[in-house]
């Protein structure tokens, strides 16, 4: 004998009478799926749409194909996960080798290099790198980023300020100097 909360959840997903939904359920011995199965039989219950199988014709149709498809390209394989990473690791360098960092001094500029250079003599020599550049800063030496992609930025911007901030400590130094001079 069919419960009756397996009989209502039977009518909300099938769609039937009470009676129906009752007479499915104890020819299929309580069992919801087997009782859908049976009403589909009787042409009660309409076959699903996509992607599934069809007890009526015993076979997938071609929209089911498509979803299989569509359903096996939701899977991402090793080589697509590291070609998507090549492919973005290719566009990073492409930048990286159009765009330049540069070095200014008295209004002329003493160097102009890849920013893919300055990347790896940072990984390679950092501990070189950063005092080198940090006493740059000290000899009015300003830094630049030229290039297409540098520009929409703003890191030109942070760069001017970190030099401003640079000879506001060496005024401040000069005139704590000039002071006990005095």
């Known amino acids: 004998m069919a419960d009756l909360e397996l009989v209502e959840k039977l009518r909300e997903r099938a ?9 499915a359920l104890d020819a299929s011995g309580d069992d919801l799926l087997e009782a859908v199965i049976y009403l589909e039989r009787q042409g009660k219950v309409p076959p699903p749409s996509v992607g599934s199988f069809n007890s009526k ?14 359903q096996e390209k939701d899977r ?6 590291f ?16 765009n330049m960092f540069e070095v200014w001094r008295a209004g002329k500029l003493i160097i102009s290099i890849p920013v893919i250079l300055l990347v790896i003599l940072l990984l390679g020599c950092f501990w070189v790198m950063i005092p080198l550049l ?8 300003k830094y630049k980023f030229h290039g297409t992609e540098t520009e929409a930025t703003g890191i030109n911007k942070i760069i001017e300020d970190v030099a ?10 000069k005139n704590a100097q000039n002071t006990h001079k005095d």
Do not use: H, P, W
């Open 15 to 23: 769609n039937v009478t009470y009676d129906e939904a009752k007479e």
């Open 134 to 141: 940090i006493v740059g800063l000290f000899m009015d030496c």
């Open 83 to 98: 070609g998507d990473l090549f492919k973005k690791l290719g566009e990073i360098i492409k930048k990286s080798c159009v």
């Open 57 to 70: 014709q015993g076979q997938q149709s071609g929209e089911g194909e498509k979803q299989k498809k569509y």
């Open 76 to 81: 991402v394989t090793f080589s697509e996960i």
């Open 164 to 173: 401003n901030a640079a000879d506001e400590l060496k005024n401040e130094v």
